[in-house]
């Protein structure tokens, strides 16, 4: 169960990006990026992210997960191509591959409200 | 992200899993648009930004292993991750190493496992340091992770060590994941656990430098083919050698341990053979 290590490495890093915006900021939504090759539940991310955000500045935020191919080149021949069914053997040539793509495991970005209903208040903030 | 975060995060009682595309509320009411539009909204409408972060989720672990690595370079210790699902076959493959390696090799372990001391019992008897990391309290995480591996390195003489074998816990998916400093992952796989592991299983059997098949002894009793077994090991990782071992009847260790030696003369500097005496 990797996913409650990384949703409590996600919640930590929203919140030390949300001190940049104030007492009053929330986190919205969550964008992860995480590679086919990472095993991360979706479900299993969404319900640990759920949990480790409870009483943080996360707490009720979407989170958005977005699934990165994978992607590898043989080292002999040079051939590109996407794996579906995992395995990394050049099918052409039988050479070892490389991974171009599919170790993703990022928080990608944030959607921040900062907190500021009133938009007459915010504005003197700002001033 | 330190484990021990854990106690403060989790409330006692996680909430329902019915949240896929849950969107929160904070402190105040918004209306949908107000969501999405970076620009100031007219009076009653909250301001959102979409803020780029692209941090590396295993970041604060890669810090601690590199921390770790740099420790282990400045002593010259080799160190092996050992990985593979419960059971397969880890501590008997130490208990094996460690009584053919005494007196040629000064050998730490570090033991990790959710709960109980059992095999750091198991190895005493072989007279070497062994430190038990229980990742129970922590939350009972089901791999190590590096700030966990660095408190155990505090524990241990690095000078007195040629070589550190980090036993992980049971599981084959999370402790590929985690960088622990380690010079070499190994992989063990079990013959009775079947030929199809390495497919469906493949980051820990990408990430592994040495697969072991273990518990060949076995082989007469099982309709498991090993060449299989090795033929989808190649598929995910066309690079790594495989040694087929058992460590109830010795068969094949020569092999691991010549490799372990080879590994650790080449971190330490040493070009004689024998290493120097424990």
């Known amino acids: 169960m990797h996913e409650m290590s990384l949703a409590m490495s996600v919640v930590d890093e929203v919140e030390r990006v949300l001190t940049g915006f104030g007492p009053q900021a929330r986190a919205v939504s969550v964008t992860l990026q995480v590679g086919g090759l990472r095993a991360v539940v979706p479900e299993a991310m969404e319900f640990c992210f759920e949990a480790a955000a409870q009483g943080t500045r996360a707490q009720g935020a979407r989170l958005d997960i977005e699934q990165v191919p994978i992607v590898v080149r043989c080292g002999h021949c040079g051939h590109d191509w996407t794996v579906e069914v995992i395995e990394f053997m050049c099918p052409a040539c039988e050479g070892p591959v490389q991974v171009l ?27 | 992200m330190m484990p021990n ?67 282990l370079r400045e002593h010259g210790v080799f160190t092996a991750n050992l990985m593979s699902s419960p059971g397969a076959g880890k501590t008997a493959l130490l208990e094996a190493t460690l009584a053919r390696l005494s007196g040629k090799l000064r050998v730490g372990i570090i033991e990790g496992d959710i709960e109980t001391t059992a095999d ?25 992770a590096a700030p966990l591996v660095a408190g155990a390195l505090d524990k241990l003489d690095l000078g007195a060590l040629d070589a550190l074998i980090v036993e992980n816990v049971g599981n084959l998916v999370c402790p590929a994941e985690f960088d622990i400093g380690e010079d070499r992952k190994v992989v063990l796989l079990s013959v009775t656990e079947g030929e199809d592991k390495p497919l469906k299983y493949p980051l820990m059997f990408h990430e592994a430098r040495l697969a072991l098949v273990t518990k060949i002894d076995l082989l007469p009793y099982l309709d498991v083919d090993l060449d299989l077994i090795r033929a989808n090991i190649a598929r995910i990782n066309p690079q790594i050698p495989v040694f087929p071992v058992s460590a109830r009847n010795g068969e094949g260790l020569d092999v691991w341990l010549d490799w372990l030696l080879q590994e650790v003369r080449t971190k330490r500097g040493w070009h004689t053979d024998p290493p120097p005496s424990a």
């Open chain 2, 5 to 71: 975060d854990r106690a403060t995060l989790l409330p006692p009682a996680p909430p329902p899993a019915s949240l896929r595309h849950h969107r929160g509320r904070g402190p105040h009411e918004h209306n949908d648009a107000g969501f999405s539009d970076p620009r100031p909204l007219p009076s009653g409408g909250a301001r959102t930004t979409s803020v780029e972060v692209r941090t590396n989720l295993l970041a604060a672990n890669d810090r601690y292993a590199e921390v770790i690595r740099a420790r």
């Open chain 2, 120 to 144: 750091t019992d198991r190895l005493a008897p072989y007279g070497v340091p062994v430190v038990q990391i229980n990742t129970g309290p922590f939350g009972g995480d089901c791999h190590l």
């Open chain 1, 101 to 127: 793509s599919g170790k993703e495991l990022l928080l990608r970005s944030i959607e921040v409200d900062d907190g500021h209903d009133d938009y007459s208040s915010r504005t003197e903030d700002d001033a």
